[in-house]
């Protein structure tokens, strides 16, 4: 009997030191990944495979928007390639922030060498604007029970904070039990004298620009202008947006998949929450899977299924003992879960 499962598609920050070499160790189409190679090539950016080859990792190099946008949509296709069909059979794909690009290539709505010349171009719009900056900040305690009064205390502050002249601040990613605000640096410095510090909270985000703020729309209509409609067509899984709207098979129109993908993915909240919660309860699938680079986005996950009260979990514990139980959560980036996902 095979398990029904949703892939979850990784955003940027996950392709680091420990990642170097991901490509090499896994990537299952030395074809596929020569055209990519080519699509950079002929845009005179390095390589990914000279990127992911390279001796050591640099985070000048590597954490660049125009790097690592090619190098985790690679990363992230690779590993999707790479789930064994015959035991899995996934039901929905979603993303986090740049991980969209991700899922609309796993789930067929643009062509493998669409889905990299769009991450690809928008990587490299986002890196030669760097317009503004983002940081992250919990709003759930350490044992991850949901706090909706600290989140909306928090959330007032960045209102706050945004009506002073000068100061811009927004919800970028409603990221589990992280709030990701990005602004300008009147808005970010702000924010940061005004929050009791949290362990390493607040955190800047390196390389980061205001993602998913109406401070993008100049790289919005730069991508709509260099990403023609012909590169997308309907999916052939269900595919769950920022929103958390799905587009079904058969029913989803390419313009405004494209639109939403250009214009409102860009310059509004990406609701990264809403989208797992959507997952669980109109797939109610059998486990969650996200493909690599990275390790970080399981904490997120989790924390979303416990704020939608999935399967009755109200914190991490009770997580843990699902997870002991019956494994809900296959991280591809670890080898010993990617074992139980991949064909032997």
């Given at each position: 009997?095979?398990?029904?499962?949703?892939?979850?598609?990784?955003?940027?920050?996950?392709?680091?030191?420990?990642?170097?070499?991901?490509?090499?160790?896994?990537?299952?189409?030395?074809?596929?990944?020569?055209?990519?190679?080519?699509?950079?090539?002929?845009?005179?950016?390095?390589?990914?495979?000279?990127l992911?080859?390279?001796?050591?990792?640099?985070?000048?190099?590597?954490?660049?928007?125009?790097?690592?946008?090619?190098?985790?949509?690679?990363?992230?296709?690779?590993?999707?390639?790479?789930?064994?069909?015959?035991?899995?059979?996934?039901?929905?794909?979603?993303?986090?922030?740049?991980?969209?690009?991700?899922?609309l290539a796993?789930?067929?709505?643009?062509?493998?060498?669409?889905?990299?010349?769009?991450?690809?171009?928008?990587?490299?719009?986002?890196?030669?604007?760097?317009?503004?900056?983002?940081?992250?900040?919990?709003?759930?305690?350490?044992d991850?029970?949901?706090?909706?009064?600290?989140?909306?205390?928090l959330?007032?502050?960045?209102?706050?904070?945004?009506?002073?002249?000068?100061?811009?601040?927004?919800?970028?990613i409603?990221?589990?039990?992280?709030?990701?605000?990005?602004?300008?640096?009147?808005?970010?410095?702000?924010?940061?004298?005004?929050?009791?510090?949290?362990g390493?909270f607040?955190?800047?985000?390196?390389?980061?620009?205001?993602?998913?703020?109406?401070?993008?729309?100049?790289?919005?209509?730069?991508?709509?202008?260099?990403?023609?409609?012909?590169?997308?067509?309907?999916?052939?899984?269900p595919?769950?947006?920022?929103?958390?709207?799905?587009?079904?098979?058969?029913?989803?129109?390419?313009?405004?998949?494209?639109?939403?993908?250009?214009?409102?993915?860009?310059?509004?909240?990406?609701?990264?929450?809403?989208?797992?919660?959507?997952?669980?309860?109109?797939f109610?699938?059998?486990?969650?899977?996200?493909?690599?680079?990275?390790?970080?986005?399981?904490?997120?996950?989790?924390?979303?299924?416990?704020?939608?009260?999935?399967?009755?979990?109200?914190?991490?514990?009770?997580?843990?003992?699902?997870?002991?139980?019956?494994?809900?959560?296959?991280?591809?980036a670890?080898?010993?879960?990617?074992?139980?996902?991949?064909?032997?």
């Amino acid at each position: 009997m095979t398990r029904k499962a949703v892939v979850i598609c990784p955003g940027r920050g996950t392709y680091n030191k420990a990642e170097l070499g991901y490509l090499h160790r896994h990537f299952p189409d030395p074809a596929l990944l020569a055209d990519f190679d080519e699509q950079r090539r002929a845009g005179g950016q390095p390589t990914l495979s000279e990127l992911d080859g390279a001796e050591r990792f640099s985070i000048a190099t590597h954490t660049r928007g125009d790097n690592a946008s090619g190098l985790i949509f690679a990363a992230t296709l690779g590993d999707f390639l790479s789930i064994d069909r015959d035991d899995i059979e996934v039901v929905a794909v979603t993303g986090n922030s740049m991980g969209w690009y991700s899922a609309l290539a796993c789930a067929g709505a643009v062509t493998p060498a669409s889905g990299f010349r769009i991450a690809n171009t928008m990587g490299t719009l986002m890196q030669q604007t760097l317009i503004g900056g983002q940081l992250i900040y919990p709003f759930m305690d350490d044992d991850w029970h949901p706090q909706p009064e600290r989140r909306q205390h928090l959330l007032d502050m960045v209102a706050d904070i945004a009506a002073r002249p000068g100061h811009a601040l927004y919800l970028s990613i409603a990221l589990g039990g992280m709030l990701v605000l990005a602004g300008n640096e009147a808005g970010l410095s702000a924010f940061e004298a005004a929050v009791e510090p949290a362990g390493q909270f607040p955190l800047r985000l390196g390389n980061h620009a205001a993602f998913h703020t109406p401070l993008m729309a100049p790289v919005a209509a730069q991508g709509r202008q260099a990403l023609p409609v012909d590169l997308f067509t309907g999916p052939a899984l269900p595919l769950i947006d920022g929103r958390g709207a799905i587009w079904w098979p058969g029913a989803t129109d390419a313009d405004a998949l494209r639109h939403y993908t250009l214009d409102h993915q860009v310059v509004e909240s990406y609701d990264f929450a809403r989208a797992i919660t959507i997952a669980a309860r109109e797939f109610a699938p059998d486990l969650f899977i996200i493909t690599g680079p990275g390790t970080t986005l399981g904490g997120a996950v989790i924390q979303s299924l416990i704020l939608a009260g999935w399967r009755g979990m109200t914190g991490k514990a009770d997580f843990q003992a699902a997870q002991t139980e019956r494994p809900l959560l296959v991280s591809m980036a670890m080898p010993e879960q990617r074992a139980t996902v991949i064909a032997g």
